[in-house]
């Protein structure tokens, strides 16, 4: 494959520039994930598609992709601008709600929201990422980074908590261009108020805390650590000390990016992430969403409302990341009609044999792929890339009937305009299907099948294709479990 340039723009440098990787052709990318004390809504994951775009226009010029998303279950604190030394976290506080009621503990509850998160995520037909590591998972990693940086001087310890030292950081502010320490005093979520500390604008690490739900002993005592640390650790853990691609949403950039680059490059002396993308945020039929206006929309609500996961999908990506979008119902029902187009298409696709795909040089579903791909390529242009797709529908739809070269340009345009935005056909949904629509379950044979296929990509250090099977098989009710005598399946 020629080589081809991704061009996006990085809040870092403030500008569109083309994505380079330390490695060639390997892309490292890291994007923080949600906060599971409550549902996500389709605004988070307006950030993840944004992501998985990224991910499959990688994948479309060949590049391998390393994608960590984590899952944040301790320690992202309920103030968002003000300080509030004994505010608990956001998940002890969902505990308490009247929501909280049906949860034996805070884990229970973090397991139960992050369980239906990774079902829209599937849904939505998103790539599984290489590793989705878990806060409360690291907590070693996280204690053994915080030790580091007192032992540094970046971080020092307080009757509350430990403390990063932002006047021992140089560059504190690169980010977001927030350098004023005056507007810093008021504008950093997670500060807390210590007359201990050296700077009010200092951020927690680690805080004391013995009575909280979720806590660790340290050298510190008991407590939880900062929501920051988190990132930077596993981040390292997964990617290397510096990664090619950091991610989020436009809420991200100060100060829990500002904090991850402060404590990650103060801790290994190297850049922590060459190149940053943030989402803007989405809005709904006009308003921020909010449950009190009753555009508040998830996933599950849409699909139950009778709107298919690839409508959702198309719908949110249909606004390149960077411009404001307003997502409305009645985008929604102009993508459902989209899709069903697709799904003529494949219709025609299947009564002409389902054939092998193939295409020829100059033909014009090729061309309109590679715009389609080339939008992508320059800063994710979805709107484009979506446009050229359609067009390529029309010339599919346009021959009455589908037949010989026809028929194997339309399957290769298909599978390549679904590879790249993933709007045409459910990833996840093929076992499911044939679990619904066989006797009344998968085959055996057939799971075993998988299971040795999903083995032996893990032999060969494909974890992402591991992922995606062992998530193929949960979307078919079949969960695995590694025991010593090798993996058992059992039906849920
Ligand atoms: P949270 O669960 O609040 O930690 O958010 C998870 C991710 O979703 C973060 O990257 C946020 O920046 C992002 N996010 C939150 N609200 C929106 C929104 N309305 N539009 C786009 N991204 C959002
Ligand atoms: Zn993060």
Same mark, same amino acid.
């Given at each position: 494959m020629a080589e081809r340039t991704f061009r996006l723009y990085d809040t870092l440098s403030r500008t569109v520039k083309p994505l380079v990787t330390v490695e060639p052709d390997h892309l490292r990318f890291y994007c923080c994930g949600p906060t599971v004390y409550s549902y996500a809504h389709i605004g988070n994951f307006r950030t993840f598609l944004t992501s998985d775009l990224i991910v499959r226009t990688a994948q479309a010029i060949g590049w391998r992709v390393s994608y960590v998303s984590n899952i944040t279950d301790v320690g992202h604190l309920t103030q968002d601008d003000v300080a509030d030394a004994a505010g608990d976290d956001k998940m002890a506080k969902a505990l308490a709600s009247k929501e909280g009621e049906q949860f034996a503990n805070v884990w229970d509850l973090a397991r139960h929201y992050s369980d239906i998160f990774e079902d829209a995520w599937r849904q939505l037909n998103l790539q599984a990422p290489t590793v989705r590591p878990r806060a409360t998972e690291h907590m070693r990693e996280q204690i053994i980074a915080v030790e580091d940086l007192i032992r540094k001087g970046n971080a020092y310890e307080t009757p509350t908590g430990v403390y990063f030292s932002v006047d021992s950081f140089a560059d504190y502010g690169k980010l977001s261009g927030n350098? !004023?320490?005056e507007n810093l005093q008021v504008a950093v979520r997670d500060v807390v108020q210590d007359d201990n500390k050296r700077n009010p604008a200092d951020f927690a690490l680690w805080k004391k805390d013995d009575k909280h739900l979720m806590q660790w002993f340290s050298p510190w005592g008991w407590g939880f650590? #900062?929501?920051?640390? /988190?990132?930077?650790?596993?981040?390292? +853990?997964?990617? #290397? !000390?510096t990664i090619d691609l950091h991610g989020g949403g436009e809420d991200l950039k100060f100060p829990h990016h500002e904090c991850e680059i402060a404590q990650s490059e103060a801790g290994t002396g190297k850049p922590f992430c060459n190149h940053w993308i943030h989402v803007t945020f989405l809005q709904a039929e006009g308003e921020k969403m909010s449950k009190s206006k009753g555009n508040f929309y998830t996933v599950p609500d849409l699909l139950e409302q009778g709107y298919s996961a690839l409508a959702i999908r198309m719908a949110l990506i249909s606004v390149p990341y960077a411009k404001p979008h307003n997502f409305t119902l009645q985008t929604l029902r102009d993508c459902q009609g989209h899709i069903e187009r697709f799904q003529e298409c494949d219709r025609r696709i299947a009564a002409a044999g389902s054939p092998e795909p193939a295409i020829s040089e #100059?033909? /014009? *579903? =090729? #061309? *309109?792929y590679e715009e389609a791909l080339e939008a992508m390529l320059n800063d994710l242009n979805t709107s484009v890339a979506l446009a050229k797709t359609l067009e390529g529908v029309k010339v599919i739809l346009r021959q009455t009937t589908l037949a010989g070269d /026809?028929? =194997?340009?339309?399957?290769?345009? *298909? !599978? +390549?305009?679904?590879h790249l935005l993933g709007i045409v056909r459910p990833l996840y949904v093929s076992l499911a299907e044939e679990a619904a629509s066989g006797s009344d379950e998968i085959d055996g044979k057939a799971i075993d099948a998988w299971i040795e296929e999903r083995q032996a990509a893990k032999k060969g250090k494909d974890f992402a294709k591991a992922d995606a099977i062992r998530d193929k098989l949960i979307a078919a009710g079949v969960e695995l479990r590694d025991t010593p005598q090798g993996v058992e399946w059992i039906r849920r």
């Open positions: 350098r !004023d320490r650590p #900062g929501w920051h640390i /988190e990132c930077s650790v596993m981040a390292q +853990k997964y990617l #290397g !000390d #100059g033909h /014009e *579903l =090729a #061309g *309109l /026809e028929a =194997a340009a339309a399957v290769w345009f *298909l !599978d +390549k305009v679904n």
